[in-house]
């Protein structure tokens, strides 16, 4: 397979500036990582954290793939985050938010210090929340999201963040697992101008037995909610009567930072756990290299904190390098689809960071608003959570770029705490729609599963990453063979298992990776994950629904939708097929949420199975899509089955 992507050169006076300015210099970091591997990382992490004590050890793989990196090291995240910026920018914004009716808060360094401090002392003193306890955040996009993360970093809580689309069934899913003893919320925020709510989810997730004993919530909008007395208490007024001093609890490298439940090919979300330094390390240096943010920029990424672009590209990288993130609570395209590209004008952004579904979305609404606006400010443009396809790629590069912006399309993962393929704004030669190559230090390769070794050029293989890094996952919450079997299971290299991240990747010619998407049962809604399992479980508790097979189709704004395919247990309900997709859609909102709401479904009187039982997805994949069936499918325990379903798909 030739490929022909054309390539866009670095801007010269741009890469002139950066903090990696070429490909040599790209390659002379590569080498010495493939050199000295520790000694690489142990510099970095020597120059880059502030230790409270020296760690002994840059990386323990003797139990590997459970690994230690910064063994006997100290530091508090929330420190490197703030404490250490206050000699030299205390008056320095840290976060600037934009509200979503276009309220401006900016908060300096020092503001973010006594903000989060008196959190921090809230928690401890009000909760008796210790090192080790695990808080649940479920929270808009404010500052107080920010805070509530830091506040539990500075006291060594867990927090694990629950997205505030997901419903109280997913809400309270995680807070079980997890174990948490406090939920962080807020009445609401405000969208599109109308004012939502939140608490009442929380109040949904708690009823019956739950670990949950405090709800701290902050009050946004000001909305009449339910208080339980002895439970929920107001952060606003609290909040004032603590102490901005409070002292940040002395952590382990390897203690954990947070929790962050995401979708697996099977079963239920698994708690993705990261540790403190290894990740703070890495959000650091990518936020540097991949971004390539200076002293004075404005950075924005549009992510919400509740996905971990919004953990590490929102709050902890960019605050640890003493960046200025932008943190927005509304909707891009509201009122208009130029939203964002106003925001760039006022805020003067140098650093815009965002999903291809959300280019796609400003694209179609919108694709002359960028020109309305002074966009002279942006130097690098990022993409993340999906491949871009060409045409949102060019209107991103020629009318948000101006065609003298890198774009970064930065490839990764949940578990993989921060970028591990992305091209250099200053350095890499960028090719639409394509990662590029490995960030230095990351050994990141494309596998064949078979022989474990890396694929020839053009060939489909699967992305590796064959040496842990500091920023990995760490493991899964309570499930350690689940950690072991999700991740380390599928490929061998040099007969040691190696991490397997469930994408399928290609080399070009030139080594130009290409992430060509999941090769397991994983959906990219938005650049959302969705384990197909998770909606199944969720639809299958619809009385009528006998089975069910949930796969992801192409979707021209969102990447994937999800089609399901749904076998009734009478036919009953195919008379009246409009409320059965009401009623099955509504349970999908009670279980997970608005964003596994499938697109279609089809009712079949059956499903494509192998005489073992299994149903053969691909086929169901390939009917969604509308191609021509050319798998052999003599197997099938029913042969017709297929033709039918096709026909009804038509
Ligand atoms: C996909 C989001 C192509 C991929 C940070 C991965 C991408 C999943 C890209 C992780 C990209 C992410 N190009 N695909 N640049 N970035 N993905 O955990 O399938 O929500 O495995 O983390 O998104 O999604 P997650």
């Known amino acids: 397979m030739s490929d022909k992507k054309p390539v866009f050169k670095p801007n010269k006076e741009f890469a002139k500036n950066a903090n990696i300015k070429n490909m040599c210099e790209y390659h002379d970091l590569q080498d010495k990582a493939m050199e000295d591997y520790e000694g690489f990382w142990g510099d970095f992490a020597k120059e880059k954290i502030d230790w409270i004590e020296p760690f002994d050890k840059v990386l323990d793989e003797s139990k590997a793939p459970f690994v230690k990196w910064f063994d006997g090291g100290k530091l508090n995240v929330s420190s490197q985050c703030i404490d250490r910026h206050l000699d030299t920018r205390k008056n320095k914004a840290a976060i600037i938010f934009e509200g979503d009716r276009g309220d401006v808060q900016t908060i300096t360094y020092l503001d973010l210090y006594k903000h989060v401090n008196r959190f921090a002392n809230l928690l401890k003193e009000d909760f008796n ?52 003893k406090v939920v962080i919320t807020a009445d609401g ?59 940040p609890e002395v952590m382990d490298a390897e203690d954990p930072l947070f929790l962050l439940y995401t979708s697996g090919s099977t079963g239920k979300p698994k708690g993705v756990q990261h540790n403190s330094a290894g990740y703070i390390l890495w959000a650091q240096m990518t936020m540097e290299w991949v971004f390539d943010v200076k002293e004075n920029d404005t950075y924005w990424c549009t992510a919400d904190v509740g996905w971990i672009t919004g953990h590490t590209y929102i709050v902890y990288g960019p605050l640890a390098m003493g960046a200025t993130t932008v943190m927005f609570e509304g909707v891009i395209t509201f009122p208009d689809a130029g939203r964002p590209w106003s925001m760039v004008e006022n805020h003067r952004i140098n ?82 729609g394509c990662a590029t190559f490995p960030l230095p230090g990351i050994m990141a390769e494309i596998l064949d599963p078979a022989t474990g070794e890396k694929v020839e050029v053009g060939e489909k293989g699967y992305m590796c990453i064959t040496k842990p890094w500091p920023a990995q996952i760490r493991g899964v919450w309570g499930d ?24 399928g990747a290609v080399y070009d010619e030139e080594g130009y990776i290409t992430i060509t998407g999941r090769t397991d049962d994983v959906i990219n809604v938005s650049g959302h994950r969705m384990g197909t399992a998770e909606v199944e479980a969720a639809i299958k508790k619809h009385d009528n629904v006998a089975e069910v097979a949930v796969v992801g189709k192409p ?29 099955i859609n509504s349970i999908i909102k009670k279980e997970i949420g608005n964003i596994a709401l499938c697109d279609e479904m089809v009712f079949t009187p059956g499903l494509p199975k192998t005489r073992s039982g299994k149903i053969m997805r691909r086929i169901l994949r390939a009917i969604a899509k509308g191609e021509e069936i050319t798998q052999d499918i003599s197997t099938l325990e029913d042969p017709s089955i297929v033709e039918k379903i096709a026909a009804m798909v038509k």
Not at 207 to 229: F, I
Not at 360 to 383: C, F, I, Q, W
């Open 555 to 583: 979707h021209p704004i969102k990447g994937e939708g999800i089609f399901a395919y749904i076998v009734l247990k009478s036919d009953d309900g195919i008379a009246d097929e409009v409320e059965e997709v009401k009623a």
């Open 480 to 503: 350690e063979e689940r950690y072991v079997k999700s991740y380390f299971g599928d490929v061998k290299k040099d007969g040691k298992p190696v991490y397997f991240t469930g994408d």
């Open 189 to 247: 925020a405000f969208r599109k101008e109308k004012p939502y709510m939140l608490k009442p989810v929380v109040d949904a997730a708690l009823t019956g037995k739950t670990p949950v004993k405090k709800v701290v919530v902050v009050q946004r909008n000001h909305e009449d909610v339910e208080w339980v007395a002895g439970r929920d208490y107001s952060y606003n007024e609290m909040i004032e009567q603590k102490s901005s001093i409070c002292e």
């Open 351 to 432: 650093q815009f960071y965002t999903a291809p579904t959300a280019i796609r979305v400003l694209h179609k609404m919108g694709e002359n608003e960028p020109a309305k606006y002074d966009m002279s400010s942006l130097k690098v443009l990022g993409t993340v959570g999906e491949p871009i396809d060409p045409p949102a790629w060019k209107w991103y590069y020629e009318e948000v770029g101006q065609s003298k912006c890198a774009i970064v399309d930065t490839y990764w993962q949940t578990e993989t705490g921060g970028h591990v393929v992305s091209p250099l704004p200053g350095a890499t030669p960028i090719k639409p």
């Open 129 to 180: 929340v210790k090192k080790g306890d695990r808080v649940v955040i479920y929270m808009p996009m404010i500052p107080e999201a920010a805070y509530a993360m830091l506040a539990c970093a500075r006291i060594g809580a867990i927090h694990s963040i629950v997205f505030g689309g997901f419903s109280s069934e997913a809400l309270r899913d995680r807070i079980e697992d997890a174990e948490a």
